[in-house]
């Protein structure tokens, strides 16, 4: 009903200009029992919008708080050097993104870390470094 009553909106892309442009305003008179006055439209105008927004804020709250905390960088300045870590690599246009490595990490310093790439030293921004866990577990059962 909320979305019914907002595409027979009266605004400049609504019902009104359609009615206008194919001559059947003229037609429409007050005695039309489905037609409504514009003030009624307005009032279920307004009750669509409030409750999208009641909606939309009801969505927000779930995203926030499902939402995951940033990456715990404190973990990457514990690191010793010649430490395993993973490194963000972005996707190309349409693509995900991926972590590669692993990695040797060399250095951390303020928020770079200096990484040991098969071609060169890398500096990376810490955000885009994660420590490599190898699962033990896994590796005594293959």
């Known amino acids: 009903m909320a979305f019914k009553a907002i595409n027979d909106s009266i605004e400049p892309n609504g019902l009104v200009p359609t009615l ?9 008179t007050n005695l039309d029992a489905p037609s409504l006055t514009v003030t009624q439209r307005a009032a279920v105008v307004k009750k669509a919008i409030e409750e999208i927004h009641k909606l939309r804020t009801k969505q927000q709250v779930a995203d926030a708080l499902s939402m995951r905390n940033g990456l715990r960088i404190d973990t990457i300045y514990n690191l010793l050097p010649n430490s395993q870590v993973l490194v963000w690599r972005e996707g190309n246009i349409g693509q995900l993104g991926y972590w590669l490595g692993p990695y040797n990490l060399l250095t951390v310093k303020n928020k770079t870390c200096t990484i040991q790439l098969p071609y060169s030293p890398t500096p990376f921004r810490i ?7 190898l699962d033990l577990e896994l590796n005594n059962n293959l």
């Not at 206008?20 to 429409?28: E, K, M, R, T």
């Open 20 to 28: 206008l442009v194919f001559g059947a305003y003229p037609y429409i």
């Open 127 to 133: 955000m885009v470094v994660k420590p490599y866990f």
